[in-house]
């Protein structure tokens, strides 16, 4: 995440929104088989 780039239209920065879980992206990028399933899922409804 750019820290040196205020958000646009009053946002707040990623990490204020209690609901990002950025800590366990980490994990979440560990296990392949499920990113490349939401890959699958985001591409089939948004392209």
């Known amino acids: ?3 040196d780039v205020t958000p646009a239209g009053g946002l707040k ?3 204020e ?7 366990g992206f980490p ?6 088989a499920g990113v490349e399933c939401w890959k ?3 591409a089939l409804y948004f392209w």
Not at 17 to 23: E, I, R, S, T
Not at 27 to 32: A, E, H, L, V
């Open 13 to 15: 920065p990623i990490w």
């Open 27 to 32: 994990r979440f990028m560990g296990d392949r």
């Open 40 to 42: 699958q899922t985001f």
């Open 1 to 3: 995440m750019r820290t």
């Open 17 to 23: 929104h209690p609901n990002a879980h950025l800590d």
